[in-house]
């Protein structure tokens, strides 16, 4: 998948599950848009909406498969954005090739 398709994959799956897409603009005005699936912050976001089936595989797979070297358990995974979102799209079973 391409970022884009990521972005997109990931924010849609984020709105059918009460995310909010909403921010606030520099003069205080409400936007709505996608969600930075660039930030940590917003995947950590999206990570707590994950069921506990949902954690152990998302989990799993960044250890076994996603390259990441060290994962002790869910609330310790140290992993990039990149290889979260690529998790949490085969997690969701939202990843195409």
């Known amino acids: 998948m391409t970022e884009q398709e990521q972005q997109i994959a990931l924010c849609e ?28 912050d917003v995947l950590h976001e999206m990570e707590k909406k994950l069921t506990d089936e949902q954690k152990g595989l998302y989990a799993t797979w960044l250890a076994h498969r996603g390259g990441v070297t060290y994962v002790y358990n869910f609330d310790t995974i140290h992993a990039t954005v990149a290889q979260r979102r690529e998790a949490l799209l085969r997690t969701l079973n939202l990843w195409t090739e």
């Open 13 to 40: 799956w984020a709105d059918k599950h009460g995310l909010n897409t909403s921010f606030m603009d520099h003069d205080g005005c409400e936007q709505v848009g996608l969600l930075d699936t660039d930030s940590l």
